[in-house]
């Protein structure tokens, strides 16, 4: 310095970065008697001049550290080189202070300190003294843009409180808080807040430290925050304030270690409400009673988030369900270890206010919905419903605390995950938990034993219906009709658990039930499928079914008067409906031999519900149809006699002859056989035959008719030994063609010639005949006579004389006259009297006898026959006018030396008949 002049003190009064990233200071000397020059030097060494007028203050403004004496003034900058200001001219009061540090007494000294750290005329790294509580009340306070700076190892600016408030501090801005980055360290200083808005809070970003920090007042809106990113130690955070809005948290999103106290009064609360949103640090924040966290849950997300808060660790969170919630995928259990965190052990209150949790569905270790329940923890007045599975699965896995008016309706199983012996029922409470006043329903399927689990602690009031038999625990089963018409629900409202002084008016209900409609309709619960304020029907049931082979009807009687309309429905084996729900009690058209299923519900009225569906499968009756038709229903001209054989498996048969309106006539009422006399028939009236199976269990009645006319009076015209002939039936082109046969069967389109021959004879014969019918004229009945073929009629003329030397001599028979039995024959043979052939002859009137012998031929040919007989003819009916020729040789041809003379021999002819015998 020069001449006399002596600067007694610098004041750093703007700090700006430039371009250049060079520091420009404003500095002044003291005042002389005539002017001064202010010095503005730059790293780069620019300068600039101007003049400068002296004012003198004192308080009102940051004030040094050894409150020395100095003359201010105001420096007047119009412009400065370097490019480190804009080109507006900046007026600025500031004080002469001798040390690096800043003081505030008043809240106009907060507020421009505020504004130079923001605009950059004052130092953000320097520490900030505060000397007096301050009331910010109706003041517009800007953004703390930065304070402080941190190299990762050492904060740069302090802000020491001196315990002292800094009351009404508020802010209003959506996308904003009080403090944007924070690098430095608050400490003794207590915040009195009043913030509001969107996506704000207190400290945006914090890279610094809070110690003894104490928050007061209030935040509210949506997505507020205390803190929303901490990268920092927090060593002193002192939480005496209230959060309360949607998604509200003390601190979002936390990276680093945070030490503190949560005080009575203090409060986070709201939709999503969570003292820390994600935490990948650790906190010890001492939780004082008093301190509350309460996290309004609508949503299946929010629930999720909930069970990540306590997997966290912030096991003190109470959950207030406020919508009824419906889960998707497979929920990882409240408190589940997470991020290597061991589980947590849930001590919180988690209220359900009646409200429900359905298509749940979790898997896996400690299935359930909350994992362990500590001894400070609560769970009440929730419905749930869907499945667990796993070891340890259940309602709560392992329960320390409090179980109190839930309704759970949950499957729980051990089979996916091998460990069916550890899967429990409602919750192991075998460390001293208490459940009461709870129901439960559902299917409990590879446990140890099907183990409905209560464990070994306190358990009042608990009340299970499962459709498989269980064991263990000591919850009480109830039957289908208790769960059914409220009496358990009546039950639970007798001992439910309200809170000390609770005022409330919610009650149990009984609710539809819908996930497990098969088991139970209705239930006891808060809010199912529907609130049920109509009395349940009772029980259904459809056993009494009428079947026929093509039909079902259901014959019971129902109380529509009292339950309302009774309907129907029916389905095919597979389930695929038939015939929809209807009045109509019966279903026709069906499929003989068929399995169906019926079921039938009331629809309800004024003061019962509708009900649940009863079913019964039952089959149509199999189909046996009589075995009857024209051709074995027989007759005469006052009878009919039906011969079908009846198989009295398919039930009792009957008969019954009607005219062709289905009147019976005289003497043919319904009877037991088939064979009715004394009928008044008359020619050209066509009559029905009835035959019927009354049917039994597994056939159905049936019925077969059959048109028909009487039977035609059968003659014979004439006979024969092979042949019968019968009289033609009359008025064939009126009822159709003749038919004879001697059988049934026999009765063809082919049958028509009245002449029945290749008959044997004097043997009895039935003949049978039939009009085929014609036009509207049914068949007739069979019609038939016996009677015997004639006898067997034969001439046969044997030449007395025989002459030799080959004159033929001739053996013939009475064409006329001759008649046999289609199968009798008639052979005549030459016995005894003939050897190889020939014929011994005696020479006439010789004494000595001397004889000679002749060769027999037959038809000219010689016999030799040895010693048998010689066959002359075997006539049959077919070839009676066959007549053979008889010849013998000249003696001399045998002997030439024969004497001459006479000779004469003698043959014997032997006739035979024979008869045909049936069966031979």
């Not at 500095?27 to 620019?46: G, N, P, Y």
């Not at 923890?377 to 340890?392: R, Y």
């Not at 608990?462 to 269980?470: E, L, Q, W």
């Not at 289905?662 to 009877?671: C, L, M, V």
Request: proline share 3%; aromatic share 8%.
């Amino acid at each position: 310095m020069k001449k006399n002049k002596t600067i007694t003190a610098l004041c750093v009064s703007l700090l700006a970065l430039s371009s250049s990233n060079s520091l420009v200071y404003a500095a002044t000397t003291s005042a002389s008697s005539a002017s001064s020059q202010t010095k503005v030097a730059t790293s780069s060494q620019a300068t600039s001049s101007s003049s400068t007028s002296a004012t003198s203050s004192q308080s009102g403004q940051a004030q040094s550290s050894q409150n020395a004496s100095t003359s201010s003034q105001t420096v007047s900058v119009s412009s400065l080189s370097g490019n480190t200001f804009s080109s507006n001219a900046l007026t600025q009061s500031f004080c002469v202070i001798p040390q690096q540090a800043y003081h505030i007494y008043t809240a106009d000294d907060f507020i421009r300190w505020v504004n130079g750290i923001n605009d950059g005329w004052l130092d953000s790294t320097k520490d900030v003294y505060l000397e007096n509580d301050i009331d910010l009340a109706g003041r517009e306070v800007p953004m703390i843009n930065n304070f402080g700076y941190s190299n990762g190892c050492s904060s740069f600016g302090t802000f020491h409180g001196d315990n002292h408030t800094i009351k009404n501090l508020s802010c209003r801005r959506s996308s904003s808080s009080v403090i944007q980055n924070n690098n430095g360290i608050f400490e003794n200083v207590v915040f009195s807040l009043d913030i509001y808005g969107t996506d704000t809070g207190f400290i945006q970003n914090n890279s610094g430290d809070l110690k003894n920090v104490t928050f007061t007042g209030k935040i509210s809106g949506s997505s507020i925050y205390f803190i929303k990113n901490n990268r920092h130690n927090i060593s002193g955070l002192n939480v005496n304030g209230t959060i309360n809005g949607s998604q509200s948290t003390l601190i979002y999103d936390n990276d680093n270690y945070i030490y503190g106290t949560l005080n009575k009064g203090g409060q986070i609360k709201g939709a999503d409400a969570s003292l820390i949103f994600d935490d990948h640090g650790r906190n010890n924040l001492r939780w004082n009673d008093g301190f509350n966290v309460t996290d309004e849950i609508y949503s299946a997300e929010e629930l999720n988030n909930f069970s990540k808060y306590i997997s966290q660790g912030q096991t003190r969170i109470d959950a207030s369900l406020q919508n009824d919630i419906s889960m998707w995928g497979s929920f990882t259990p409240i408190g589940h270890t997470l991020g290597g965190r061991p589980t947590q052990w849930y001590q919180g209150t988690f209220d359900g206010h009646g409200h429900r949790i359905y298509n749940f569905n979790s898997f896996g270790d400690g299935a359930s919905l909350i994992e362990k329940i500590g001894d400070d923890g609560k769970l009440t007045h929730l419905e749930i419903s869907g499945l667990v599975e796993g070891k340890d699965a259940g309602f709560v896995s392992e329960n320390h605390g409090t179980i109190t008016d839930c309704a759970i309706d949950l499957d729980i199983s051990g089979n996916r995950y091998n460990y069916c012996e550890r899967a429990n029922g409602i919750t192991d409470n075998s460390c001293g938990g208490q459940i009461r006043n709870s129901f439960y329903i559902g299917r409990i399927t590879n446990t140890k034993c099907n183990l409905l689990y209560t464990g070994g602690g306190s358990v009042n009031d608990v009340y299970y219906y499962t459709p498989t038999p269980i064991s263990g625990g000591r919850a009480t089963r109830v039957s289908k009709s208790d769960v059914e018409t409220g009496i358990v629900t009546e039950w639970l409202n007798g001992t439910r658990q309200g809170e000390k002084n609770d005022t409330s008016s919610w009650i149990w209900k009984q609710v539809v039930e819908d996930r497990v409609s098969n088991l139970v309709k209705c239930r006891p619960g808060f809010a199912g499928a529907g609130i049920i304020t109509k009395a349940p029907v009772p029980n259904l049931s459809i056993n009494d079914i009428g079947r026929t082979d093509k039909s079902l009807r259901v014959t019971k009687q129902f109380d529509t008067d009292k339950y309302g309309q009774v309907e129907y429905e029916l389905t095919d084996g597979h389930g695929n409906v038939i015939k929809g729900w209807q009045a109509n009690s019966e279903f026709t058209r069906l499929t003989p031999d068929t399995e169906y299923t019926i079921s039938v519900m009331y629809k309800g009225n004024d003061e019962y519900l509708e009900s649940d569906k009863a079913s019964v499968t039952v089959k149509t009756k199999k189909t046996a149809e009589p075995q009857v038709s024209v051709d074995n229903i027989y007759g005469s001209s006052d009878s009919f006699t039906i011969k079908d054989n009846p198989d009295t498996s398919y039930g009792n048969v009957s008969y019954e002859i009607t005219d062709n309106q289905g009147k019976p006539i005289k003497n043919g009422q319904k009877q037991a056989n088939g064979d009715f006399s004394g009928l008044d028939l008359e020619d050209g009236v066509i009559y029905q035959v009835h035959v019927s199976y009354d049917g039994n269990d597994d056939y159905a009645s049936t019925e077969k008719v059959i048109k028909i006319m009487k039977a035609p009076t059968v003659t014979i015209a004439s006979k024969n030994a092979n042949s019968l002939k019968v009289a033609d039936l009359a008025d064939t082109d009126k009822y159709g063609q003749a038919e004879y046969a001697l059988s049934p069967s026999g009765l063809t389109a082919n049958a028509t010639s009245s002449t029945i021959d290749g008959l044997d004879s004097t043997t009895s014969y039935t003949v049978y005949a039939k009009r085929a019918g014609k036009g509207d004229y049914p068949p007739s009945a069979i019609g038939q006579v016996t009677t015997k073929t004639g006898n067997a009629n034969y001439v046969v003329r044997i030449p007395a004389v025989m002459k030799t030397n080959d004159q033929a001599s001739y053996v013939s028979t009475d064409v006329s006259s001759f008649n046999l039995g289609t199968h009798d024959s008639l052979s005549l043979s030459i016995i005894n009297s003939v050897k190889d052939g020939k014929v011994t002859l005696t020479r006439q009137n010789d004494p000595a006898r001397k004889t000679a012998q002749t060769q027999i031929k037959l038809n000219g040919r010689p016999v030799n026959n040895g010693n048998a007989d010689i066959k002359v003819v075997d006539w049959q009916n077919s070839n009676c006018d066959y007549t053979p020729a008889i010849s013998f040789t000249d003696p001399w041809n045998d002997n030439p030396r024969t004497p001459f003379g006479d000779y004469n021999g003698q043959i014997t002819f032997q006739l035979t008949y024979n008869k045909h015998k049936e069966g031979n």
